[in-house]
Structure formats: structure tokens, C-alpha cells
């Protein structure tokens, strides 16, 4: 098979066995998993993160968190983004651009500035301002099917994460610490990567915290 079957092959074989966690199973290894993405965050945003009132105002120069709203079978991360409301912490949500294939940023204070949006996934309400300023983000919490154990990386075949990672690199900016949930039976011996494939910083599951180069 050559790269792309690989990966087709491989995006089959992992979601059929995430699909396949019983809820009582999900639940005990999400809060696993949350636990050690929510120990990332305290180290990137050591600063705001002895906020603890709710009344915090997001201040966007403080660092922000880029994330996503799960979707299907993904491990709930949503925990975090309330980590970082309650914190005053900056929250980032992408809008997805079919036709560009990219994907706008809006800052969310709650779940009231969600809407449905495309593939059924919850994206920020169009009438949010977009923010441009990527210097901001301070780390970035990615989706993802399957992870190996030199923290590659393979996504859904959309290129969306690939193409935004590279961004900094192209616009000269220190790249955030980029940071992946998932559960233990996402972890496979090698996922084939092409030259556009990034490494996540941190792979985070229930029984393990994987970081390269010594992030």
C-alpha cells in the first residue's frame, strides 16, 4: 500500500476500536486524560492560572488556548476550555472554511457562543469578531485518530492542523506547545507521516504522558 492507503487503512482500524469503548470506560479515561492536558496548562499558563474567580475577563495578550469541540467518538476535552473560563484564560475555537480548507479563530466565553456548524461539529457563532493575532496562542489542543510512539500525528485527511501549525513557522512566530488527548487504543507502533505532518509536543492518555524534545 503506498502513504495514503496506510492511512485510510489505519483511520478505519483506530476509530472502529475508539467507537468501541463502553461510556463507563470513556468517562474513567477521559478524566484521566483531562487531568494531564489540565497539568500541561498550568505549566503554560502558570500566570493566570492562580485566577480562580469566574468574574476573570479574558485578556487575549495574556496568552490564549487554542482548542477544539469533540466530536463522535473524540475523548471530551471540553473540561479544559472550563478550566480556562473559570481562569479568565483566553479560549479559541476554529471555524471551519470548506471552501479555503482553513480555519478562522473566534475567542468563546461560554457555550452560548456556539453554534452547529460544518460536518455537525459545534463551531463559534458567525457574529463573533475573528482573531488574527496567532502570537497569542500559547498552546494548541489537537484532535486526532491515531498517535505513535514518537508522537506522530495522523488527523482526519483534511489537512486543517497541518496547514495552520505551519503558519507560525511561515510568519516567523514561536510556535505554542502543541498538545494531544487520546485514548490508549489510539497508540500504534507508527502512523505514516508525509512531509507536511507535524509531531505533536505532548500526547496525553490515561496511562501515559508522551512529550518529545524534552518539551
Not at 496506510?6 to 475508539?18: M, P
Not at 496568552?63 to 479568565?88: I, K, N
Not at 494548541?140 to 489537512?159: E, M, Q, S
Amino acid at each position: 500500500m503506498n502513504i495514503k492507503e496506510r492511512k485510510i487503512a489505519l483511520r478505519k482500524d483506530v476509530e472502529t476500536l475508539r467507537s468501541g469503548l463502553s461510556e463507563s470506560q470513556r468517562r474513567e479515561k477521559e478524566q484521566l486524560i483531562n487531568a494531564g492536558i489540565l497539568a500541561q496548562c498550568e505549566q503554560v499558563f502558570a500566570s493566570r492560572a492562580i485566577h480562580t474567580s469566574q468574574q476573570a475577563q479574558p485578556v487575549l495578550s495574556d496568552g490564549a488556548l487554542f482548542t477544539y469541540m469533540p466530536y463522535r467518538s473524540e475523548p471530551d476535552v471540553t473540561p479544559v476550555m472550563e478550566w480556562c473560563w473559570e481562569r479568565g484564560i483566553c479560549v479559541l475555537l476554529p471555524r471551519v472554511i470548506k471552501g479555503t480548507k482553513d480555519m478562522q479563530l473566534h475567542a468563546v466565553t461560554s457555550y452560548n457562543d456556539l453554534e452547529t456548524g460544518a460536518w455537525g461539529i459545534r463551531e463559534p457563532l458567525t457574529s463573533l469578531p475573528q482573531v488574527n493575532n496567532l502570537s497569542s496562542i500559547r498552546m494548541i489542543l489537537v484532535p486526532g485518530l491515531a498517535f505513535d510512539k514518537r508522537n506522530g500525528r495522523l488527523g482526519y485527511g483534511g489537512g486543517f492542523y497541518d496547514r495552520f501549525v505551519r503558519k507560525f513557522n511561515d510568519l516567523k512566530l514561536t510556535p505554542p506547545r502543541v498538545v494531544a488527548g487520546a485514548f490508549d487504543a489510539q497508540i500504534v507502533d507508527e502512523v505514516p507521516m508525509s512531509w507536511h505532518d507535524f509531531r505533536i509536543d505532548c500526547v496525553i492518555t490515561e496511562s501515559s504522558v508522551r512529550t518529545i524534545d524534552g518539551k
